[in-house]
């Protein structure tokens, strides 16, 4: 049973550079699709981007000037580094696996639990 | 960016009940729509794909339908479990986006 926990710190001051790493148990990284979803508080869900098994990354066109995605498979986890923080990036991040099911249709299968985010100085 | 458009924002309702959601996107999708239900302080949890095909676990009474711009969910003979809140998400694109998400209360 694949697993994803994420690792990082709770609070960052804005202007900051966020670092974020998704563990993963349970299955390898070198399939389907990793992505970066975010949720403020009290709000919906926003899409953050995707690296995928081999390296291909995709951003969100809204913060894409300011993502980077990065992979590790000997660890087998992956990481978001967002920069230049303000308050609107307080939110819950969720890494989650992506999976192709036939037909080409995709879905977010396994999401870690989320890890809260304070924007704050 | 493909905009998605949920309604009701939130609907009470009883045990037993059937509740419908409904998911509007900006363009046609076909059927590339997934939902998911979310309950409080808890991550998203997949419940169908290719907008009618449940996820493995998932209970019959959870019912997807429509394709192009129209979806609907349903939930049949509603349970004490399914208090919660439900987004749709569409797979035809990136940026993936979400729903607002529903709120379906007691």
């Known amino acids: 049973q694949v697993q994803l926990q994420e690792s990082g710190p709770g609070l960052v001051k804005p202007s900051e550079t966020l670092s974020l790493t998704c563990f993963v148990s349970g299955d390898s990284i070198s399939s389907d699709y990793w992505s970066w979803i975010r949720q403020p508080p009290g709000k919906g869900l926003e899409w953050i981007g995707f690296?995928?098994?081999?390296?291909?990354?995709n951003y969100s066109p809204s913060l894409k000037s300011r993502v980077t995605m990065s992979m590790d498979t000997s660890k087998n986890q992956f990481s978001l580094k967002l920069s230049s923080l303000t308050a609107a990036d307080t939110a819950i991040y969720y890494c989650?696996?992506?999976?192709?099911?036939?037909?080409?249709?995709?879905?977010?299968?396994?999401w870690g639990q989320g890890t809260l985010v304070t924007v704050s100085s | 960016d493909i905009q998605m458009t949920q309604s009701p924002s939130s609907l009470s309702a009883s045990v037993g009940d059937t509740v419908t959601i409904a998911c509007r996107t900006s363009q046609s999708i076909s059927k590339f729509l997934n939902w998911y239900q979310q309950k409080p302080g808890k991550a998203p949890n997949l419940l169908i794909y290719?907008?009618?095909t449940l996820q493995s676990g998932v209970p019959s009474r959870f019912r997807g339908s429509g394709s192009g711009t129209d979806f609907t969910l349903t939930i049949s003979s509603l349970q004490p479990e399914d208090f919660a809140t439900y987004y749709c998400q569409q797979s035809y694109n990136a940026p993936k986006t979400f729903g607002q998400g529903t709120k379906v209360e007691i």
């Open positions: 690296i995928s098994y081999s390296g291909r990354t």
């Open positions: 989650a696996r992506e999976v192709l099911y036939t037909g080409s249709y995709f879905g977010f299968q396994k």
């Open positions: 290719a907008a009618s």
